[in-house]
């Protein structure tokens, strides 16, 4: 039996982070109540592995991530411009770095990469274990490219090939958003033999260009000679946004276009439409081109549930945990919504089912006059706005920072900075 407290306002998180997980849960549950400690076990067990939706320089230093790794929590970690925003911009954690390097008259990209490129080789440390215990199947962590330079495929691989090489850990993946161009860089960096997380996807028409890219630079590394056993990468396939987008839509539909109708779709087109994707998913596994490849020693591009917190408030927090469970997948976990799922949760293979009841939903939705494919690129866009904006923000902070630097303390330009 799982624990039924909420894990809604500020000060109960701030508490579970403090606490940890484990004492978090001890402390919360009446004696009565029956602590489950598994559910992540459970998700692994069904064929789902856990990662972590954070990475900042408190969450490694603390011990926290460490601590979750060690308890089977999670698998893996991500970070995307957001992310690094918050653990940067709004902290005072980095600040003595970005002052130690601010000295050596760095620009404020330049700290920030010297930053994260510390933060993500930490975390890929953290995580080898899984990955080496695993074969190479799991213990990731992903660092994203410059957003923006999604539009521009050819960039998009010199910096994807540029990371890569400076954080030289193999449980790395490197983040390309799946724009067109992105799209096109993908198949180049799969070739390349480097992993690749393929992230905002909400369209499943997208989902299969990105699929078919990875299995293309595949084909062109075995052409080449090359082995592919050890090319990794997922497809992250975003969830909550696209209901937040689409219930907005229904709520504004007069009346007599929508009504009783149009509330019964309300909350279900995001989880409908990563079912639809996933039945692809399955599809393309059993297809005799992914065999072939598998054959050689291919692994799976696995879909990854991204944007998993939920965004309105009357939904429940572990929605899009606990309906996006099956085998061969991926749930990216804020701490919030990990530590929900650990105090409420409940595991079951939803993805077994609901196909059908899914493409209903879509043709539901179509039927009263909801563009998808164009709601969908409207989403992928806006994504991209706000990972840009996200990191023109961070650079801003920083570089508002590396300006307060001693002037006195300055060395000459041409003074080398050790790499992380």
Known sequence: MVILSTLGDAETIRSAIELGV????????????????AHPVELQTLGQSVWLDDLSRALIASGELADMIARGWVSGVTSNPTIFQRAIADSTVYDAEIARLARHWLSAEKIYEALVIEDIQAVADLLRPIYERTGGGDGFVSLEVDPRLAYDAS????????LWALIDRPNVMIKVPATAPGIQAVTTLIASGINVNVTLLFAVER??????????GLERRLAAGQPIGHVVSVASFFVSRVDTKVDAWLTHLPSELGGARARLLLRRAAVANARVAYRWYQALLASARFRRLA??????????????????????????????????????LPRPTLLAFLDHGHASP?????????EAVLADLRALGLDLSRMMAELETEGMVAFEQSYEALIAAIEARRVEAPASACQPAWESVPRP
């Open 350 to 358: 939803a993805l077994r089912s609901g196909v059908e009841e899914a």
């Open 207 to 216: 989902y299969q260009e990105a699929a078919n890219a990875f299995l293309l």
């Open 155 to 162: 960039w998009t691989i010199a910096e994807a090939r540029r």
């Open 22 to 37: 484990e004492g978090f849960l001890l402390k919360t549950a009446s004696p009565s109540e029956e602590v489950s400690k």
């Open 295 to 332: 054959e050689r020693g291919a692994r799976p591009q696995r879909l990854l549930w991204a944007s998993t917190s939920t965004k309105n408030p009357q939904y429940s927090d572990v929605k899009y945990v606990e309906e996006l469970i099956g085998p061969q997948t991926v749930t990216t």
